[in-house]
């Protein structure tokens, strides 16, 4: 079921896209430091949005390893308390009565 739900989801976006794209068929003029380059409003969206979830997507590459060293860390030192734990548990109790 979630498999139709992602498909139809997707084609309703797709669909969305092609409708944008054929109601801005304008040209957009990009002036840039070596020249000039003309594309489809719509073309330009989507490269300016792809640049920018790329990006996104650099600047948390630092904080993504940062986690995951923590996070290691964590689980090693949850597996050192584990063992402490578990080699507790096998020393006898005396009873002093």
Do not use: W
């Amino acid at each position: 079921m979630s498999r139709l739900v992602k498909l139809c989801v997707f084609l309703l976006v797709l669909l969305l896209g092609v409708i944008f794209h054929l109601r801005n068929a304008q040209l957009v003029v990009i002036d840039y430091y070596l020249g000039t380059l003309e594309l489809p409003f719509s073309a330009t969206l989507v490269f300016v949005l792809s640049f920018g979830v790329v990006l996104g997507i650099l600047a948390s590459i630092p904080a993504r390893i940062r986690l995951k060293r923590e996070n290691a860390r964590l689980l090693k030192q949850v597996s050192i308390t584990e063992k402490e734990v578990n080699a507790l548990r096998v020393i006898p109790v005396k009873d002093n009565i």
